[in-house]
């Protein structure tokens, strides 16, 4: 992994590599460098399979961070992709012309997140929350138990447990 992030480091004004375990690692990018890296990962360094990408909402610092993991199946090796996007304007770039399967995630960050790609496939296309008006439930500002209790009725009899209370009664009932 190391001589991959030697041999591209400059040309892509890649950050430090952060090794998490043999096999996986992480980096960080600038967003205008993210699709000549992707290119030169699948074309040249066998990184062929998208496995996975995702956000993690950097609230406090105005920041979206999408994460693309690609992995050699080859060579065992993940790499994990990290660029970060001002929150505000909330756009990332489509690579579902590098891998189709890109156009599914892309939809559910647009949908869960409020991140836009802007020429993916269906990306404003209803996907899970059909007729869904509200902020994007990922986002760290959605108020969850505020939605909940302005969109659901109260239900007569039901209570709720604090769930470690509860799970020391149903664990020890005679107290022990």
């Given at each position: 992994?190391?001589?991959?992030?030697?041999?591209?480091?400059?040309?892509?004004?890649l950050g430090k590599l952060e090794p998490q375990r043999p096999g996986l690692a992480f980096l960080t990018l600038p967003r205008e460098n993210l699709r000549g890296l992707l290119l030169d990962l699948r074309d040249k360094e066998g990184f062929t399979h998208l496995v996975l990408l995702t956000a993690v909402d950097w609230m406090?610092?105005?920041?979206?961070?999408?994460?693309y993991m690609m992995n050699n199946r080859a060579a065992d090796m993940t790499l994990g992709i990290r660029v970060m996007l001002d929150r505000e304007a909330a756009t990332g770039d489509s690579i579902h012309d590098l891998w189709p399967t890109a156009a599914t995630y892309q939809r559910e960050l647009k949908e869960m997140f409020g991140i836009d790609f802007p020429g993916s496939p269906r990306v404003d296309d209803e996907f899970i929350l059909e007729g869904w008006t509200d902020l994007p439930p990922y986002r760290r500002d959605f108020d969850s138990l505020a939605y909940s209790q302005q969109t659901y009725a109260e239900r007569p009899g039901r209570v709720t447990h604090d769930p470690r209370e509860y799970m020391k009664s149903k664990l020890y009932p005679d107290g022990v």
């Amino acid at each position: 992994m190391r001589d991959i992030h030697k041999r591209l480091k400059k040309l892509h004004h890649l950050g430090k590599l952060e090794p998490q375990r043999p096999g996986l690692a992480f980096l960080t990018l600038p967003r205008e460098n993210l699709r000549g890296l992707l290119l030169d990962l699948r074309d040249k360094e066998g990184f062929t399979h998208l496995v996975l990408l995702t956000a993690v909402d950097w609230m406090e610092e105005g920041l979206f961070q999408l994460t693309y993991m690609m992995n050699n199946r080859a060579a065992d090796m993940t790499l994990g992709i990290r660029v970060m996007l001002d929150r505000e304007a909330a756009t990332g770039d489509s690579i579902h012309d590098l891998w189709p399967t890109a156009a599914t995630y892309q939809r559910e960050l647009k949908e869960m997140f409020g991140i836009d790609f802007p020429g993916s496939p269906r990306v404003d296309d209803e996907f899970i929350l059909e007729g869904w008006t509200d902020l994007p439930p990922y986002r760290r500002d959605f108020d969850s138990l505020a939605y909940s209790q302005q969109t659901y009725a109260e239900r007569p009899g039901r209570v709720t447990h604090d769930p470690r209370e509860y799970m020391k009664s149903k664990l020890y009932p005679d107290g022990v």
